[in-house]
Every structure is written in structure tokens, then in C-alpha cells.
T-cell receptor
């Protein structure tokens, strides 16, 4: 069975600090997909990134960066120079190739950025 | 282009009643998935529909059902409501043919069962 663990329940930082969100996953499939979603107070989940299991390249998108390490089954997310607008709940998710539209989500990490 | 639209956004029901939630996907998307979000269980997959067929189902009792119409709009129904069904129900649409697995979510329907 697939499983996603986000160890941090809540993180609070001051604006301009960097924040890293940890995500560890378990799966028996060799082909799988990893995602990060952001959930602002409005409720809708906003897609941030998707990675497949064969692509271990790290990615940077503006102030966001992701570190995928298959050896430790981790897919961590860093927000550099955080801003108040980054305050939200962030979810890591996993889907397996056989059920690629069925996502298993972690419990989420609430990030609060204080001005 | 318009995003995923869910109606109603908020509703209150009492135990034993039934409820129907609606989801209109992004134009051109034929896959619609439903998720339940609660403080205790987090985000859990309910089911996915593609071209009017249920492709996948989560571990929920038979009181939870859904369907998809020819225009890709989807509805989910919960019968004999229980207090524990209080949750945010999120719908997501995707271009299944693209194989990207990227889901676009609506803002959800918040159900309160009294």
C-alpha cells in the first residue's frame, strides 16, 4: 500500500526566512508520481509540481525548489525567502502508475509566515 | 478558462438525510475525481470517473456513490448521512489522456451534518 508521511504538522517562520517541508513516501511500485499541492484558506488545492519516479532532477521554480531522493524515499520542498502569501497548508501526494489518478495525500504541513 | 466549479459551496443537513454535490470540470477535461477532507482523516480518495465510467474507487461505504454525465459533469451522493460525513468534499478534473496525473481542484463543498 502506498503511504505519504509529512513529519511536520506546523511550521512558523518570519518573513524572508527559508522553510523546508519534509515528505517521505512508501510504495512498492517502480513507477510512481509525486506531487506537492498548496491549500490556501479558500480551500482549493493548487498544484505546485509533479515528479515521476524516473526523474530525480531537482527543480527550482522562482522561490520554490524541490529535492527528490529515491534513495531515502523523500521529496522535500523548500520555500526560499518566504512571504506572508506563502501561508497555507502544503500537501505532498503520491500516485502509482496502475492507479495514476488516485492520489494518496500526506497529512499536510501548515505554514505560517509572520510579517 | 473557467476552473472547476462545485456546488453548493456550503450546506447543512441532518443525520439520516441524503445529499447530492455537483462538480463541473474544466472544459475539455473528461476525468473527474472526488476527495473527502476531514481534520481527522485528512484527504481521502473517494472515486474517479472518466467518460461516464467509474475507473477507481476508494475505501468508502456504499452510501457514497457518484456518476458522470456525457458532458463530463459529475455528481456525488451520500445517503443516510452520519455525523462523521461532515467534511469538505473536493472535486478535481484532469486531462486523463495527457497522462500527467495533474489534478485541478475546485474550492469544495463544505458539508455539515447535524
Amino acid at each position: 500500500a502506498q503511504k505519504v508521511t509529512q513529519a511536520q504538522t506546523e511550521i512558523s517562520v518570519v518573513e524572508k526566512e527559508d522553510v523546508t517541508l519534509d515528505c517521505v513516501y512508501e510504495t512498492r511500485d517502480t513507477t510512481y508520481y509525486l506531487f506537492w499541492y498548496k491549500q490556501p484558506p479558500s480551500g482549493e488545492l493548487v498544484f505546485l509540481i509533479r515528479r515521476n519516479s524516473f526523474d530525480e532532477q531537482n527543480e527550482i521554480s522562482g522561490r520554490y525548489s524541490w529535492n527528490f531522493q529515491k534513495s531515502t524515499s523523500s521529496f522535500n520542498f523548500t520555500i526560499t525567502a518566504s512571504q506572508v502569501v506563502d501561508s497555507a497548508v502544503y500537501f505532498c501526494a503520491l500516485s502509482e502508475a496502475a492507479n495514476d489518478y488516485k492520489l494518496s495525500f500526506g497529512a499536510g504541513t501548515t505554514v505560517t509566515v509572520r510579517a | 478558462k473557467a476552473g472547476v466549479t462545485q456546488t453548493p459551496r456550503y450546506l447543512i443537513k441532518t443525520r439520516g438525510q441524503q445529499v447530492t454535490l455537483s462538480c463541473s470540470p474544466i472544459s475539455g477535461h473528461r476525468s473527474v475525481s472526488w476527495y473527502q477532507q476531514t481534520p481527522g482523516q485528512g484527504l481521502q480518495f473517494l472515486f474517479e470517473y472518466f467518460s461516464e465510467t467509474q475507473r477507481n474507487k476508494g475505501n468508502f461505504p456504499g452510501r457514497f456513490s457518484g456518476r458522470q454525465f456525457s458532458n463530463s459533469r459529475s455528481e456525488m451522493n451520500v445517503s443516510t448521512l452520519e455525523l462523521g460525513d461532515s467534511a469538505l468534499y473536493l472535486c478535481a478534473s484532469s486531462l486523463r489522456e495527457s497522462g500527467t496525473g495533474e489534478l485541478f481542484f475546485g474550492e469544495g463543498s463544505r458539508l455539515t451534518v447535524l
